[in-house]
């Protein structure tokens, strides 16, 4: 989505290139990830751990499958309420106000997680499946309606916005895990909301920056009102289309690469030696295994910006550079890192006692997710973009819903393929992901023509800026 002519781009007042308000957004978005990314690194742990009385380490002793299954589920769910949270944005209350809404739903679930109950552990989640419905698709409208059409900072804008989220996902992954490990996992929890509560109080004081930005546009004196009654044109349903076929590169991508939360993050704790020769402050010389969530998010801080440049001379040399181009690339990338958990699987030994003999090296984790990382950075900021390039104003917070939901049924699908690895194995399910993805990416390519012809130009760039 994008202002009109007779909203204020000319006066919004700019840090380092690009509207202050960015930086709000950045920092109320990192806060929200630091207490979703806290969340996810220990839940399925805690899910998995064994039950022990009046213990702050007791779990609820679920299998593995059962374990992948829930997690598998609700972060679909968790994604999915994007839909009728961009809806609501879009005709009843605007983006502005549904991400305060979410805000403080995020706020009392996170909070309610801290409490060493059964009824406290569900509620909680209830409420973030809510919340992130009604945050997460529409502060990500909100930042690409800080740029007017064609503005070439709008891409540089969504790489810096999702520097923002992994800076908090780095941070809750390490930091929550950590608690989680010394204080119990309620605690872990605790500290995830905590960050919720911050980031609401940075976006309440940062509003006085996003004047005309996330309004809702059915009202009366809206100058987009006009726009709610019209029917879409010819070149807004080709758009459209291409958004929705674009939603299965989405779909694909997101149901290899959130194995992290599920099946690797398993793997992690149950094959993989994390013993170091040395002791570290406050874990000892045994890595937790949920730390190794906040991998993925220290690769984007430090490569972010270095990727979004490469992409952005890559342009500028009149190569191929479409969105779509860059997401087929990053499901490539992506897919190829998993063959580096093929061959860590090959590295587990099981003993005659039916017990693991040896355990895979912490490296090939480390370099499967430095590819994971890679190709998100190809596929995920560019993908944000180009729905608030192509979507119709109107149904600006609802597609960026869809993608969000496609996201979602990504995540499912990453739980049905972790339930799958108990049957056939982490070497033929790691391998299997790694030739599906790089042959799905091979197809896009080859497909590329077509689907671009349905934008309409929608991504050329204005030379002015």
């Not at 994604?79 to 961009?86: E, N, R, W």
């Not at 939603?247 to 149950?270: D, H, K, N, P, R």
Request: glycine residues 12%; charged residues 15%; hydrophobic residues 50%.
């Amino acid at each position: 989505m994008t202002n009109h002519d007779n909203d204020p781009f000319k006066d919004q007042p700019e840090l380092f290139g690009h509207p202050v308000g960015l930086y709000f957004l950045f920092f109320t978005e990192m806060w929200e990830r630091f207490s979703y990314y806290g969340m996810r690194a220990i839940l399925t742990l805690f899910l998995a751990a064994p039950i022990l009385l009046n213990d702050p380490q007791s779990g609820y002793g679920w299998s593995n499958a059962e374990t992948l299954s829930f997690y598998g589920t609700y972060t679909m769910f968790v994604y999915l309420t994007s839909i009728p949270g961009g809806i609501i944005a879009d005709r009843y209350i605007g983006q502005k106000n549904a991400v305060m809404l979410g805000g403080l739903l995020l706020c009392a679930g996170h909070g309610i997680l801290a409490i060493n109950q059964e009824w406290a552990f569900f509620s909680g989640l209830v409420l973030i499946v809510l919340g992130v419905g009604f945050l997460k698709p529409n502060i990500s409208t909100m930042v690409g309606g800080l740029y007017k059409q064609g503005d070439a900072r709008r891409d540089k804008g969504f790489y810096i916005f999702y520097i923002g989220i992994n800076l908090g996902a780095f941070f809750g992954a390490l930091l929550v895990g950590i608690v989680a490990a010394r204080y119990g996992w309620h605690a872990g929890f605790g500290l995830a909301g905590i960050g919720m509560a911050l980031g609401q109080i940075v976006y309440i004081y940062g509003l006085r920056y996003l004047k005309g930005v996330g309004n809702f546009i059915g009202k009366a004196d809206s100058p987009d009102k006009e726009l709610m009654k019209k029917p879409l044109t010819k070149v807004e349903k080709d758009r459209m289309l291409v958004m929705f076929l674009s939603f299965l590169i989405i779909i694909v991508f997101w149901g290899a690469f959130e194995q992290a939360g599920g099946l690797m993050s398993l793997y992690t704790e149950q094959k993989t030696d994390r013993t170091l020769s040395f002791a570290l402050p406050l874990i000892g010389n045994e890595v937790p295994a949920a730390i190794f969530q906040s991998i993925n998010a220290f690769f984007i801080i430090v490569l972010g910006t270095a990727v979004g440049s490469f992409w952005y001379k890559w342009a500028k040399k009149g190569k191929e550079s479409s969105s779509l181009f860059k997401m087929a690339i990053g499901v490539i990338i992506m897919g190829t890192g998993f063959l580096f958990m093929s061959k860590a699987s090959t590295e587990v030994v099981m003993g005659d006692n039916g017990e693991l003999a040896q355990k895979s090296a912490m490296i090939w984790l480390t370099l499967a997710y430095l590819f994971h990382t890679i190709g998100e950075l190809c596929a995920s900021p560019v993908a944000l973009s180009f729905i608030t390039k192509l979507a119709p104003v109107k149904y600006a917070s609802f597609m960026m819903g869809a993608y969000f939901a496609a996201t979602g049924i990504g995540n499912k699908l990453a739980g049905l393929i972790g339930e799958s690895a108990a049957g056939s194995g982490d070497f033929q399910t790691f391998t299997g992901i790694a030739v599906f993805c790089v042959l799905f990416g091979i197809l896009v390519l080859a497909i590329l023509k077509p689907l671009k012809r349905l934008t309409h130009g929608a991504e050329e760039l204005d030379p002015t800026t």
